[in-house]
């Protein structure tokens, strides 16, 4: 069975500071990965998702980039934090079926 | 776009009562969309309670079970008795895609409380 690991579980940030948050699978090789984000009383929404290692597509444009260095790593980052960057963030995970299966998450607060 | 709407929380029953929580969904970019239920337990993860691939089958899992219903575009989950442990956070969820660009759409997620 595959498991997710995201790190950090918390972070408090302050406006215009730079972020990186990670996501590592084990037990799946070459699995689709997506990043998910909730901003607080929000819906739960796709960012990004990669099917390969190098590469990623976005799906939503929030001032966030995505990279996947390599097969089981998925990392979510930026340069520059605003207020709005906000609320809980989910990786996830695909295998050959229909489902994807998610992380514990990392709850940022952007003040 | 696609949008999925559930009922709206928190939703408050006794234990060994029944419960519905009504999900409704518009799809746009697929015609016959999968659909899912996740649930969130206090203080875990986002897991995966049901899913159904096909219009007009059944999907069940710990007592609980949802029909892919494509007139009404709905997806209700159901549980004939509920138990305390049942309290926690519950998201419809649609895929626009069985391809590696799928997209999952949720609902705003609908808090359940259970009271002994």
């Known amino acids: 069975a595959q498991t997710i690991h995201q790190w950090p579980v918390a972070e408090i940030k302050a406006v215009g500071s730079p972020l990186s948050l990670g996501c590592t699978i084990k037990?799946?090789?070459?699995?689709?990965l997506y990043w998910y984000w909730q901003a607080t009383g929000g819906t739960l929404q796709q960012l990004f998702y990669?099917?390969?290692?190098?590469?990623v597509e976005s799906v939503v444009q929030l001032n966030l980039s995505a990279s996947r260095p390599k097969d089981d790593q998925f990392i979510l980052s930026t340069e520059k934090l605003l207020l709005s960057h906000s609320g809980f963030y989910l990786c996830?995970?695909?295998?050959?079926?229909?489902?994807?299966?998610f992380g514990p998450g990392t709850r940022l607060t952007v003040l | 776009g696609d949008s999925v709407t559930q009922t709206e929380g928190p939703v408050t029953v006794s234990e060994s009562e029944s419960l519905i929580i009504n999900c409704t969904y518009s799809?746009?970019?697929?015609?016959?969309?999968?659909l899912f239920w996740y649930v969130r337990y206090p203080g875990e993860g986002l897991q995966l309670l049901l899913k159904?691939?096909?219009?007009?089958q059944k999907g069940s899992s710990r007592g609980f079970e949802a029909t892919y219903n494509k007139e009404t575009t709905s997806f209700h989950l159901q549980k004939a008795s509920v138990q305390e442990s049942d309290s926690a956070v519950y998201y419809c969820?649609?895929?626009?895609?069985?391809?590696?660009?799928?997209?999952?759409?949720f609902g705003k997620g609908t808090k359940l409380s259970v009271k002994s």
């Open positions: 996830a995970s695909r295998d050959w079926g229909v489902e994807q299966y």
């Open positions: 037990g799946k090789s070459s699995p689709n």
């Open positions: 990669s099917i390969t290692v190098g590469q």
């Open positions: 799809a746009t970019s697929i015609a016959y969309p999968n």
């Open positions: 159904v691939i096909t219009a007009g």
């Open positions: 969820a649609l895929s626009n895609s069985g391809g590696s660009n799928a997209k999952l759409t």
